[in-house]
């Protein structure tokens, strides 16, 4: 049966068939005390739908105990509200950094869908009839003339250049390679260049252009030590000097290092009585300046 109205808040008492009672829940404000027997289930779970209750009772027929439990468990609640509080938050993390990105982009991508402009057209070669190369040529030389070697294809005259000068003219070469030996180079740096053309003169092509150095001057070679014509009583000798930059250096045949400032020193073991000593100097046009000197090596008595 239902309970009746007024009175203050109270329990539902729900009693064993011999009239023990246990107390369960408290029901709704200003509904009265109600005997609610196990044999009546129904009514129990029509004040529930109903609201009067707010928790559930159960009975325990082998303990004879009552059991109550809530219909809405706080801590599935507070479970409830914390993973949607970390939902919420992770997915403000994801709308912030990779929803962004994918929005931009996908912004990006349809302006160009929609985009009127078209892409500029690839720039055209002006020259494609044939290749001018020079594969082999000196970057110093101590000669006014050098050789010059390379390829030319679909073109019949070479010309060859020297500083802006027209130096020689080939009319006919067999091949595609050619090799010719040019002069009028003048001392210290010459650009040298050829240029190649059609005979009826409508196509033309200039190769790259190539810096040669001309020294027709030897570098300079001081030998501060040791004295030429010099006697010593030391087996290991040292030998000293000074040379421009950019040379190389032997003594007796042996390649030694030069410091960028050209100075450069070695040892050299003597033999008893008299030694040669000789010092060569290259620079990078060939040219070679060479000094001998003689050393006497005598043991201390």
Same mark, same amino acid.
Do not use: H
């Given at each position: 049966?239902?309970?009746? +109205?007024?009175?203050?808040?109270?329990? $539902?008492?729900?009693?064993?068939? *011999?009239?023990?009672?246990?107390?369960?829940?408290?029901?709704?404000?200003?509904?009265?005390?109600?005997?609610?027997? &196990?044999?009546?289930?129904?009514?129990?779970?029509?004040?529930?739908?109903?609201?009067?209750?707010?928790?559930?009772? %159960? /009975?325990?027929?082998?303990?004879?105990?009552?059991?109550?439990?809530?219909? /809405?468990?706080?801590?599935?609640?507070?479970?409830?509200? !914390?993973?949607?509080? *970390?939902?919420? !938050?992770?997915?403000?993390?994801?709308?912030?950094?990779?929803?962004?990105?994918?929005?931009?982009?996908?912004?990006?991508?349809?302006?160009?869908?929609?985009?009127?402009?078209? &892409?500029?057209?690839? &720039? %055209?070669?002006? #020259?494609?009839?044939?290749?001018?190369? $020079?594969?082999? $040529?000196?970057?110093?030389?101590?000669?006014? +003339? $050098?050789?010059?070697?390379?390829?030319?294809?679909?073109? #019949?005259?070479?010309?060859?250049?020297?500083?802006?000068?027209?130096?020689?003219?080939?009319?006919?070469?067999?091949?595609?390679?050619?090799?010719?030996?040019?002069? =009028?180079?003048?001392?210290?740096? @010459?650009?040298?260049?050829?240029?190649?053309?059609?005979? =009826?003169?409508?196509?033309?092509?200039?190769?790259?252009?190539?810096?040669?150095?001309?020294?027709?001057? &030897?570098?300079?070679?001081?030998?501060?030590?040791? +004295?030429?014509?010099?006697?010593?009583?030391?087996?290991?000798?040292? *030998?000293?000097?000074?040379? =421009?930059?950019?040379?190389?250096?032997?003594?007796?045949?042996?390649?030694?290092?030069?410091?960028?400032?050209?100075?450069?020193?070695?040892?050299?073991?003597?033999?008893?009585?008299?030694?040669?000593?000789?010092?060569?100097?290259?620079?990078?046009?060939?040219?070679?300046?060479?000094?001998?000197?003689?050393?006497?090596?005598?043991?201390? @008595?």
């Amino acid at each position: 049966m239902p309970p009746s +109205q007024g009175g203050e808040a109270s329990s $539902i008492l729900v009693s064993r068939s *011999v009239g023990k009672a246990v107390e369960c829940p408290p029901v709704k404000a200003g509904r009265p005390p109600v005997q609610i027997r &196990p044999a009546a289930p129904a009514l129990l779970a029509q004040w529930q739908s109903s609201g009067i209750v707010n928790r559930r009772c %159960q /009975f325990d027929s082998d303990k004879g105990l009552m059991k109550t439990f809530n219909l /809405f468990p706080r801590k599935n609640i507070t479970k409830t509200i !914390v993973a949607f509080v *970390v939902l919420l !938050v992770l997915t403000l993390i994801f709308v912030s950094t990779v929803g962004l990105k994918l929005l931009l982009n996908y912004s990006v991508f349809m302006a160009n869908v929609f985009s009127k402009k078209t &892409p500029a057209p690839l &720039p %055209q070669p002006t #020259d494609v009839y044939g290749s001018v190369n $020079i594969d082999d $040529i000196p970057s110093a030389t101590n000669s006014a +003339q $050098i050789s010059v070697s390379g390829s030319v294809i679909n073109y #019949d005259i070479i010309q060859f250049f020297v500083n802006d000068v027209k130096v020689k003219t080939l009319d006919s070469f067999s091949s595609d390679s050619f090799s010719q030996t040019i002069g =009028d180079l003048q001392e210290g740096s @010459n650009q040298v260049y050829i240029k190649a053309l059609t005979k =009826d003169g409508k196509n033309s092509k200039s190769s790259d252009t190539f810096n040669v150095i001309l020294k027709t001057t &030897p570098p300079k070679l001081d030998i501060s030590e040791p +004295q030429d014509k010099s006697t010593t009583s030391n087996q290991d000798l040292n *030998v000293k000097g000074a040379t =421009d930059k950019e040379v190389f250096v032997k003594v007796n045949d042996l390649p030694i290092t030069v410091d960028v400032d050209g100075s450069f020193q070695t040892s050299v073991r003597l033999k008893d009585g008299d030694n040669t000593i000789t010092v060569s100097a290259t620079d990078v046009a060939g040219n070679v300046v060479t000094k001998t000197l003689t050393v006497t090596y005598q043991k201390e @008595n």
